[in-house]
Every structure is written in structure tokens, then in C-alpha cells.
């Protein structure tokens, strides 16, 4: 079975800095992998599908990249608004989310 | 507006059965796979289970089959989780998510509010 890590497990950033979390499956996805962020008591928020194509809606300051086994998520200039936890998921007929990434304020 | 509103979680004892409800709109209900995703408190999310467009293809995860069953009405725009021989480790938040069909697989772009389901004694 494909497992998913995610580093760092925490990460504690300043607004204005850019951001990056990291990925990793287990065995080869190609870039069949999206991003969500979630704020507490709220659902996750879809931000990135197929590793690197931007949801609609979604700020411009969010990309993403990779493809294979190691992939990012990249927060270009981190707003107040960003503070949140941020998951990977495996797109597969039985998807798989990674184990997450707290995002919290310096 | 793409609305999703679940009712139906509650306190249950371990071993009961409880159905989820998934009422659906602001989008054409029945061109969408659906699906119910779980959060366990303080964890990440955790796929249950996605059905087709026709209901001809359920599919759930390990944890669950055997227990849960998915299903949906088109002509209610409504998606149900029907859970049965519940475990503790089964308590969560359920929510449920449209989901995009990505050459067979899997993405969630529209997700509910979340019902609560507690298994205690």
C-alpha cells in the first residue's frame, strides 16, 4: 500500500515568508496528488489537484510541484489568513490523505 | 452556490447503527461522484467511501466495508451513509464532498459542514 509523509509536521512561519511543505509517497504517483488547507472547525479546502494545476478561486500565492514520489506545496508570501493545517491526498479510486502540516504564526 | 448539509450523526453505542444524510444543491447532483470523508478529532482526514453518478460502483475503504453502506437518491439530490456495527474508532466528524473523477481517481472540491458521530457506551 502507498503511504504518504509530510514534512515538517509543524511549521512556524512569519507573514510576508515564503512557505514550503513537503510530500512523499511511498511508491511512484506520477502527479496524482492535490493539496487542501484547513482552518480549525472548518472543512479542508481544495487548493491544488493533479500536483500543480491551482483550483479556481484559489490565491495565486499558493503553486504547487512534483511528480513521482516527492512533491510541494509553495506559499509565496505568507498572509495572515494562511495560518492553517495543510494535507496531501493521493488521488486513487480509494484516496489516501497525508498526515498534515500546522502552519502557525512566529 | 454549491451547498452540502449532513444530518443524521448523533451518540451511539458501540455495536448500534446510525444513517447519515447528505442533502445536496447549487450543482447538477446527478453528474457527480460522491463521496463521505471522516475526521477523527485532532487527526487528519480519512476517506470512507465514493459512489458513481448511477450508483452502479460503490467503492469503501478497508476500515469500513463490510459495516458501512453508501448510497444515493438523484431525484433528492441526496447522498446517505448507512453505518452499522459501530466501533469506537469509527467516532468522527462525516463529512460529505463531491467528488471530481480524475481519470478513475479521486479529488474533493465541495465538502459540507460535518456530522458528528460519537460510538460510546
Known amino acids: 500500500d502507498i503511504q504518504l509523509t509530510q514534512s515538517p509536521s509543524f511549521l512556524s512561519a512569519s507573514v510576508g515568508d515564503r512557505v514550503t511543505i513537503t510530500c512523499r509517497a511511498s511508491q511512484r504517483i506520477s502527479y496524482y496528488l492535490a493539496w487542501y488547507q484547513q482552518k480549525p472547525g472548518k472543512a479542508p479546502n481544495l487548493l491544488i489537484y493533479a500536483a500543480s494545476t491551482l483550483q479556481s478561486g484559489v490565491s495565486s500565492r499558493f503553486s504547487g510541484s512534483g511528480s513521482g514520489t516527492e512533491f510541494t506545496l509553495t506559499i509565496s508570501s505568507l498572509q495572515p489568513e494562511d495560518f492553517a493545517t495543510y494535507y496531501c491526498q493521493y488521488l486513487n479510486s480509494h484516496p489516501l490523505f497525508g498526515p498534515g502540516t500546522k502552519v502557525d504564526i512566529k | 452556490e454549491v451547498q452540502l448539509f449532513e444530518s443524521g450523526g448523533g451518540l451511539v453505542q458501540p455495536g448500534g447503527s446510525l444513517r447519515l444524510s447528505c442533502a445536496a444543491s447549487g450543482f447538477t447532483f446527478d453528474s457527480y461522484v460522491m463521496s463521505w470523508v471522516r475526521q477523527a478529532p485532532g487527526k487528519g482526514p480519512e476517506w470512507v467511501s465514493s459512489?458513481?453518478?448511477?450508483?452502479?460502483?460503490?467503492y469503501y475503504a478497508d476500515s469500513v466495508r463490510g459495516r458501512f453502506g453508501i448510497s444515493r437518491d438523484n431525484s433528492k439530490n441526496s447522498l446517505y451513509l448507512q453505518m452499522n456495527s459501530l466501533r469506537a474508532e469509527d467516532t468522527a466528524l462525516y463529512y460529505c464532498a463531491t467528488a471530481r473523477n480524475y481519470g478513475g481517481r479521486f479529488y474533493f472540491d465541495f465538502w459540507g459542514q460535518g456530522a458528528l458521530v460519537i460510538v460510546s457506551s
Open positions: 459512489l458513481s453518478v448511477g450508483s452502479s460502483t460503490a
